[in-house]
């Protein structure tokens, strides 16, 4: 009985303690749930908030945005993020999509001059963080671009991405920029002061650009080579415009590591101090050096003259270098372009005067090539009088004389001619002389040459057998390689050296001439298009470089710069001598009125007589053929030679004739005349002046 009651005792306490469990479990169970709602509650009140913030400071940041886009578009806002790619072209100017020309159009920003924008890279969060973000400035070439792409050019592609060449996403800003009053320009090498006038060859790269921002790299392209400058300071803002202004421009030298040596760059040499260096096959070490005043003018009075020698190293068989000298503007001289060279074996000895010729005062460049394995060599400029040079030769020919009999090649009055060296001996010792020749000299018989050889040297003695020159046996080898191994030029041609030579300095489109109107170190191309700059002798690019206009100095006219020089002659000369004709004439001015132009001629003197009156006679000459005209229609008569000799204009004989017993004979009338904006030609009115032109020019 007590244990059916114990067991029910222990069975009830168990199923209590059960339920109490449960019940914790429970409450348990449902503090949690409580606690994690509220939890939610707050993450999801937070989130909330947080969007709420978010979206506060995004609209924030992009009205201030928009407030910073309106200040720097001056009113127009256009704000982008496009995918940037290259194209190949000069200069800093971009493409964009039509769609942007669509946005720009619609806020006036055509009307606004030229349009500018500022490219910086966009923020990408990457494996490796945060890109650095760069900025630059830019114009706008076309709106020809895809959608959603930007054309970026190499420069500026190299000032925002220097270590990037996938495609990465730029954000594109109008802006308007200040016009560039001051620049401070550093190059990181040496060597781009050496080019002449390189102002000018900065200004022409600049004529590409649209802007500037300090710290962005400018690449000049001069010679074939790259020079890049680095942009240290601008006036008057940090990014300016230099469209249609004057900026002032220091250019300061580059910070280099002595003894360092980049490309371009030109060592300078002392005239008379020896220099030492070493160069490897098939490249070249490039030297400078500089003639004054007095030494050019030493060397036209034929009393100096200037040596550039070349010096291997003792004991350097191994190597061989050649030596290549040329004058500025051709910094660089090459295997193809230069004014002397040697290409001897051994030691190169190069007289820049030889000939007769005379050196202007000017910087010259001198070029080692490595012929043949690693060259170790000493290089001197020597400036040697003539006399001394002339006392040496004199001393030289005495001891010769001194040390044989007295043989000449011109005939004595007591001489014989040796049969075998054909030189003159006298008399009384030419059996001895004939005797001794004939067994110890050998006459070559190569056509042309008659050297007069020692029997032991005629093994030595060799002629080439396409150009016939005589060598020594172991030049041969050199000369062949030199001289007549077919050489590539880029525009095609297969020549040998000395064709290549007048090839690549006269006729190749693709060398580098120092454009006379720019001052530009450029390629030639082919002929110039027009007729009458192929007679005035203009390359193809000065023919275009000479279409810009400029004011005339005299006059203010804009004239075109390949016509100026006709201009001053045809209009200016011609007007002084007619002022000096009449110095003693009186003018009357109608006066002003508006769309009514001024005109003044000179009045005649009661005085003058009629005689007086003839003996002042007109002429005028062509630029072409130099053909003189006289009388007072000399302008009808040049322009009608013009029109039929040189430019085939289909003006007959008979109209012009016509037209020149016209031309009025009194000076008053002639000074109502209209010149030709070109050429100064004087015609009756403005509608032969536009028949002119279109004839003519």
């Known amino acids: 009985m007590d244990f059916e009651l114990r067991a029910a005792k222990e069975k009830l306490e168990r199923e209590q303690k059960e339920r109490k469990e449960k019940a914790r479990i429970k409450i348990e169970r449902e503090r949690k749930a409580r606690e994690e709602a509220r939890r939610q509650q707050e993450a999801l009140d937070a989130e909330r908030q947080a969007r709420r913030i978010e979206a506060i400071q995004s609209a924030l940041a992009e009205s201030q945005q928009e ?33 942007s020309f669509d946005k720009l159009s619609t806020q006036g920003a055509l009307d606004k001059g030229p349009m500018f924008f500022e490219l910086s890279t966009v923020d990408q969060n990457e494996m490796e963080g945060f890109t650095e973000q760069k900025t630059t400035h830019t114009g706008v070439l076309e709106f020809t671009a895809t959608d959603s792409f930007a054309e970026i050019p190499p420069q500026v592609w190299q000032n925002l991405f220097p270590d990037n060449n996938h495609s990465p996403l730029i954000r594109v800003r109008y802006v308007r920029l200040p016009k560039g009053t001051y620049a401070k320009l550093q190059p990181e090498v040496l060597g781009f002061s050496d080019i002449p006038n390189h102002r000018a060859v900065l200004e022409t790269t600049l004529r590409q650009h649209a802007t500037l921002s300090e710290g962005d790299i400018l690449i000049v392209h001069h010679g074939g080579i790259d020079y890049r400058l680095r942009v240290l300071e601008l006036k008057p803002s940090s990014s300016v415009s230099v469209l249609e202004t004057d900026i002032e421009v220091d250019i300061i030298e580059p910070s280099v590591v002595a ?35 007095n030494i050019a003018n030493a060397t036209a009075n034929r009393e100096m003259n200037i040596l550039v020698k070349l010096v291997l190293a003792n004991g350097d068989t191994l190597g061989d270098a050649d030596l290549y000298i040329s004058r500025h503007p051709l910094l660089f001289p090459t295997q193809h372009q230069y004014q002397w060279s040697s290409h001897d074996v051994g030691t190169k000895i190069v007289s820049l005067t030889e000939g007769g010729l005379s050196l202007a005062a ?53 001489s014989e001619q040796c049969q075998n060296c054909k030189q003159f001996i006298p008399t009384r010792t030419i059996a001895l002389h004939e005797a001794y020749c004939r067994r110890h000299n050998v006459v070559c018989q190569h056509k042309g040459c008659g050297v007069i050889l020692r029997k032991d040297e005629v093994g030595k003695h060799v002629h080439c057998l396409k150009c016939g020159r005589p060598f020594q046996q172991e030049e041969m080898e050199k000369h062949m390689k030199v001289f007549h191994e077919p050489l590539h030029c880029r525009c095609g ?13 006269s006729v190749c489109p693709l060398r580098m001439i120092s454009c006379r109107f720019c001052g530009d170190m450029v390629q030639a191309g082919n002929a110039a298009d027009d007729a009458r700059d192929r007679m005035r002798g203009f390359s193809q690019h000065e023919s275009l470089c000479g279409c810009r206009t400029a004011p005339c100095d005299t006059c203010g006219r804009a004239i075109m710069l390949k016509e100026m020089d006709l201009h001053r002659v045809a209009v200016h000369e011609k007007q002084a001598s007619e002022n000096e004709d009449f110095t003693a004439s009186k003018s009357y001015t109608v006066p002003y009125t508006e769309g009514v132009a001024q005109h003044s001629a000179p009045l005649k003197s009661p005085q003058t007589s009629q005689f007086a009156q003839d003996e002042t006679v007109e002429s005028s000459e062509c630029p072409i053929c130099y053909q003189k005209f006289s009388g007072s229609n000399s302008d ?27 031309m009025p004979e009194e000076p008053s009338l002639r000074s109502m005349l209209v010149s030709c904006p070109i050429c100064g030609m004087n015609v009756h009115s403005e509608r032969d002046l536009s028949q002119h032109i279109d004839m003519v020019h």
């Open 67 to 99: 407030e910073e886009d309106l200040v720097a578009g001056n009113g127009i806002r256009f704000n982008t993020t496009l995918h940037a790619i290259r194209y190949q072209g000069y200069g800093d100017k971009i493409k964009l999509p039509p769609s």
């Open 259 to 293: 003894g360092t040596m980049s490309q371009g760059m030109l060592i300078p040499l002392v005239l008379g101090k020896l220099e030492m260096g070493i160069v490897e096959e098939g490249n070249y070490n490039y030297y400078k050096f500089s003639i004054d005043n």
């Open 362 to 414: 000017d910087t010259y460049s001198v070029g080692v090539f490595g012929f043949k394995g690693t060259s170790k060599y000493k290089i001197i400029i020597e400036c040697q009088s003539v006399q001394l040079e002339t006392m040496g030769q004199k001393l030289g020919k005495a001891s010769v004389i001194a040390g044989k009999s007295a043989a000449s090649s011109q005939p004595g009055a007591d």
């Open 493 to 505: 041609e297969v020549l040998e050296k000395e064709e290549m030579v007048i090839h690549q300095s």
């Open 636 to 662: 009808r008569q040049l322009n009608a030679h013009l029109d039929k000799d040189h430019f085939s204009t289909n003006m007959d004989d008979d109209s012009v004739s016509a037209q020149s017993s016209s």
